[in-house]
């Protein structure tokens, strides 16, 4: 029998002992060690419970336009417009549960507390749609109205799919944060580990929603509402099992309190101090140090030089250092702030303008969802003889490029474009990553509009409701809308969460989905004027219940030159975008 060498097993039982470096903390709040916490296993654990949370939450939302129109009995412009405003509410929950995880709860608990309301809610549609919607059975197929309903029973509907908005958009960015949170950013080994972690979770994310849009999507399509449903219910259940499963590994962070006390802090703080002349460096400005910061997790930000007029807030005047040496206590916050907690302000202030400038994006995102789904039903979806595929499987493209993309981004994307623009070997910013995306997804939508011209025009051949041109013409602009949010969203998780400090990662996150939620209301309200402004005087307006009356491609015309004009917006606030710089938690001697 062989005998480990005393240095291997030596190496081993450090690697097992060793703390994190970044402040995580196991659940029992001391320290976290690197060989019992966190890395791979958990990581993992939180991808699969993000794979069939999605295929769960997707497979309500793939053909919820359509549901909107065979059960509902909507027309073309109230599904999308539906839809929208739902998905629009799903993502704006998710900044709501960053904020409740950041300043509160912490991420796995918000994870917890909110997917329990997900199989609330999904248990809610699968009764309130077996006992009162599909009436007389077997209605709700494409083409097959149901029967109207009553105020109470649309009611109770949007209540469940309300409440699967809420329990599904609250604990997404929680979980991505707790599942980054499982590798040490300061340890080398880690950090690329922490990097692909946030492009795994979005492939986990889209096969779950391949699924979805292909398998449930089809049972669906045959009037199968609730089998589908409850199949989703079932999934959520599962998924609920996998995140317990590793708890008592799980890395955390404490929740920081309420930020918005420590935002309103510096400002109160530097309005008060309009007076004093700001240093032309750090020196004079106050931070904690050593032993004064203890009971905090979170690393110091170096001071910057942007923004000035908030440097007031961190400035030490006669009645602060006064305040200071009286028994040891420290600053009151609503007068003297660190230079951490002013740079945390600074760091929310500089998303902004970026945050803006990935509201319309997201509009092509929610109109590949809406928009192209009606565009594809108003196609031949006939496909080997008598097959006919669903309208909202198409979609299916958009997922297998965008998983692909993001899989063989690392290993042959950046090398090709190393090779071809003869730089040092270093990938593209997510900022750049971001731009070129944008760029992406106007092509998207000006080969959205061709397609709906030759649409148009086969449909004018027949004179059918339906236009004889395959519905595989809507390929290509799948394909691109999958390449450009495998730029986008990627990079935006990346950039949104490295960019926020250590106590506000979920809110950095939720931040950065928010954006989609903004995205999905702005796109309702362009459908709602160009809708009003089109059909005046009689006239059925660009997006009317037959697209055959209409004008589809103009309204993909406009979302394109709405894109590019957003495009040039973002590339200047790119420019002018200064990093925030962490520093590593250490045993600091220094006092104030």
Known sequence: MKVAPVDALENREESTSAKTIDGSLDRLGRPATKGRTGGWRCAIMILVNQGLVTMAFAGVEVNLVLFSKSVLRQTNAEAADTFSRWLGSVYLCSLIGAFLSDSYLGRFRTCVIFQVVFAIGLLATSLCTHLFLLKPPGCGKIGELCEPHTPLEVALFYISIYLIAIGNGAPEPSLAALGADQFDGEDPDEKQSKSSFYSYFYVSLNLGSLVAETVLVYIESMGHWVVVFWMCTGFCMAAYALLLSQMTRYRHFKPMGNPFSRFSQVIFASFRKMKLEVPADSEGLYELHGWEREGTASRKIRHTNGLKFLDRAAIISEADRKNIRNRGQKADPWRLCTITQVEEVKCILRLLPIWLCTILSSVVFIQMLS??????????????????????????????????????????????????????????????????????????????????????????????????????????????????????????????????????????????MSSTATGCYVCSIILSVVTEVTSKNGKPGWVPPNLNDGHLDRFFFLSAALTAVNLVFFIICAKRYKSISLEKLEEDTETA
């Open 371 to 512: 928009l192209f789904v009606e565009q594809g039903a108003a196609m031949d979806t006939r496909a080997f003889s008598n097959f006919h595929i669903p309208p909202a499987s198409m979609t299916a493209f958009d997922i297998v490029s965008t998983s692909a993309f993001i899989i063989l981004y690392d290993k042959l994307i950046v090398p090709f474009f190393v090779k071809v623009t003869k730089r040092e070997p270093q990938p593209p910013s997510e900022l750049k990553r971001i731009g070129i995306g944008l760029g992406i997804a106007v092509a998207a939508m000006i080969l959205a509009g061709l397609v709906e011209q030759r649409r148009l025009a086969f449909a004018s051949d027949n004179g059918k409701e339906k236009s004889s041109l395959s519905i595989f013409w809507q390929t290509p602009q799948y394909v691109l809308v999958g390449v450009s949010e495998a730029f986008v969203y990627v990079a935006q998780m990346e950039f949104f969460s490295s960019q926020s400090p250590d106590g506000l990662k979920s809110i950095g996150i939720g931040l950065s």
